[in-house]
């Protein structure tokens, strides 16, 4: 049991840091590079907001992955789904790094580009919902944090990955080489990775949740998720996004994108790359923690708490970035991650423990998918617009701290469900007490 246990934490740990070691790859070249090289015919401001936008329509297919994922998710099984998505995130990926430019092509080259983020972000969506709740539905009940914290974890571990090799790729190809044909090895080592997690993820036993429905033939349409928790699904949705929203100045290629335009603080790629590396480390260890100690203190105060951190973090990010400093901006980086990771870490089992068995898989992907729309998807973009509408920074600063603001509240308008029974056999409690002037599960 316990080695399974340990299995489990590896295939979705290890697949969920190569899925997003995929998708954060793009988010960084697209501030760094697809603005000159699939859209410089725009103009310089008009291309890295377009290009900023393709990173946020990604986000629009995030719903309907998690849609078509969770419902054959909660049918058929979480582990069938996390290998399908795990391949259509590294296809997608690896062809990418074989796309001509626009100087090649014309505009099939970004028409191309778009059509294959439109397959990251259909992939991103169904795999989240999958990862989590199989590491979840696997752990024991007082353990449940530490354990979702696995596939969290993959996230920072992705950004991690994907800005230490794009920094190594400065290195190796330096100045316009790295523009030419050195972002593209990132991309094309994808491949590798996805076969590692494919063979990873082939020797996992599916949830013993899904087991349980099948034995009962439990079948449950996504309608009936809307139909009876369409509030918990928007109070789920917001708390993610006030994570996301901050989150996405670094993962959707926003602050690497501001400090390196040589017309403002210009910066060298490699220093903010690696910059943004420690950040990930940091954040790594930070979404663990989170996890962890959600366990012994709860989901609802370990939330609360995060979005506090998180607040202070937003408020001396950029006042600390446009001192230029690359000292100064890895200080505010790293800070700004212990916040992201406070507010994240324990969100798979939070997720987990807010749905009933029978929609949970749909439930949980489709919550974070909204949250990442209505947080991440347009964030970066959003930045560049109010920088260029004012001028400065100062609003950027406003909009993540309304985003922050929003979680807090919506966190403590929900109840702490920490340690509720996952088995499809306690629906009934699962289905009631989600917010605080409701009445309370009695198997809570």
């Known amino acids: 049991m316990r080695s399974e246990r340990r299995r489990v934490i590896a295939a979705t740990t290890i697949g969920t840091a190569i899925e997003w070691y995929d998708y954060f790859l793009y988010a960084a070249v697209a501030g760094l590079v697809f603005n000159q090289t699939m859209f410089g015919p725009l103009g310089p401001a008009a291309a890295t907001i377009v290009s900023f936008l393709t990173v946020g329509l990604s986000f629009l297919f995030r719903p309907l992955g998690a849609v078509l994922a969770g419902h054959y998710a909660d049918r058929f099984g979480r582990r069938g789904v996390l290998m399908i998505t795990l391949f259509t995130m590294g ?3 690896t062809l990418i790094g074989l796309l ?7 505009w099939l080259a970004p028409a191309a580009l778009i059509l294959l983020r439109i397959l990251q972000g259909t992939s991103a ?13 696997h752990a024991p009940v007082n353990k449940r944090g530490l354990y979702g914290a696995g596939p969290q974890v993959g996230v920072p571990a992705g950004l991690l990955m994907s800005s230490g090799m794009l920094a190594l790729m400065t290195a190796v190809a330096p100045g316009d080489a790295f523009v030419e044909w050195g972002w593209r090895i990132p991309f094309l080592l994808s491949i590798a990775l996805t076969f590692l997690g494919w063979w990873i993820r082939t020797g996992v036993e599916e949830s013993p949740v899904v087991e349980e429905m099948r034995e009962t033939g439990t079948r449950s349409p996504i309608s009936g998720l ?3 928790h369409a509030g918990v699904v928007l109070a789920a949705a917001l708390i993610f996004a006030a994570n996301g929203a901050v989150g996405y100045m670094t993962t959707g290629g926003y602050i690497q994108n501001y400090v390196t335009d040589p017309t403002g603080i210009g910066l060298s790629r490699g220093d903010i790359l690696w910059a943004v590396t420690a950040s990930a480390a940091v954040w790594l260890f930070t979404t663990a ?11 609802k105060r370990t939330l609360a708490i995060g979005f506090v951190v998180q607040a202070a973090g937003v408020a001396v990010l950029f006042p600390l970035v446009d001192t230029g400093s690359i000292a100064k901006i890895t200080a505010a980086l790293i800070f700004l991650t212990v916040g992201l990771g406070l507010t994240y870490g324990e969100i798979g089992a939070f997720y987990a423990e807010l749905f009933p068995a029978s929609v949970r898989a749909s439930g949980a992907s489709i919550s974070y998918a909204l949250g990442a729309i209505l947080g991440g998807a347009f964030a970066p973009t959003i930045a560049a617009a109010l920088r260029e509408a004012t001028g400065g920074t100062a609003a950027i600063t406003v909009y993540l701290m309304a985003a922050t603001l929003t979680g807090f509240v919506v966190t403590l308008l929900v109840r702490d469900r920490t340690g509720i029974p996952l088995g499809h056999d306690h629906e009934d ?3 009631a007490g989600h917010f605080v002037w409701e009445k309370s599960a009695g198997s809570l």
Request: charged share 15%.
């Open 91 to 93: 296809t997608a990926t």
């Open 100 to 106: 001509p430019t626009y100087d090649t092509i014309g």
């Open 125 to 137: 969506g169904g795999e989240w919902g999958s990862a989590v709740l199989l590491a979840v539905e």
């Open 226 to 228: 809307f139909k009876s």
């Open 289 to 299: 923690f989170a996890g962890w100690v959600s366990d012994y203190i709860g989901r």
């Open 429 to 431: 409690a699962q289905a």
